[in-house]
């Protein structure tokens, strides 16, 4: 098996023959069903652990301040992760809690883009290789992912390795 290093510099071959060609299309291939399989399951377990962290937030509010608990059901996915840091700084319980909601936060942060990529963009397979190009022509999503318009003519394209993912998702469903 290629070492981390070795596939990225492929994959960074690859993204630069694909920036080169008006054909690049022509160089990807349709994902196989388990790629398919694999995308509905990386979703699926973030979409569980954003429940589980909405309903530790509202949890943690009412035992801290008697709020409410529909508060985290009105926040987009970059607050949930605020307040989830909000809610492990206020905690005034045993400290492996609040150590424990900021892990969960920090994995939850690690992984929403991948889940975005995953859910928001197109999905090609890298011919030969376990990884994935995601692709959008939506002008806003190009800006959230690097700071940078594409062109008219353009999509903007990222590469994702699916072992490394893989791993990450099983850090993903511990929370």
Known sequence: MRS???RFEYLQRFASGLTSDPNWLKKTE??????FAFIGKFIHVYCSADL???ATINAMRFITNADVAAFAGSL??????????????????????AQGVRKASSTHEMHRIHRHGLAHWVVRKVPGRDAL???????????RRDN????????KFGIMQLDPLRQELDKLMGH
């Not at 349709?30 to 790629?35: E, M, N, T």
């Not at 190009?133 to 800006?143: C, M």
């Not at 940078?148 to 999509?155: C, G, L």
């Open 4 to 6: 981390f290093d070795e």
């Open 30 to 35: 349709l994902p196989r069903d388990s790629d």
């Open 52 to 54: 589980n962290a909405r």
């Open 76 to 97: 987009n996915d970059t607050d949930v992760i605020l307040h989830l840091n909000i809610c492990a700084s206020e905690w005034t319980g045993a400290p492996h809690i």
């Open 133 to 143: 190009v995601i692709l959008t022509k939506n002008a806003k999503e190009a800006i």
């Open 148 to 155: 940078s318009a594409q062109d008219r003519d353009e999509a």
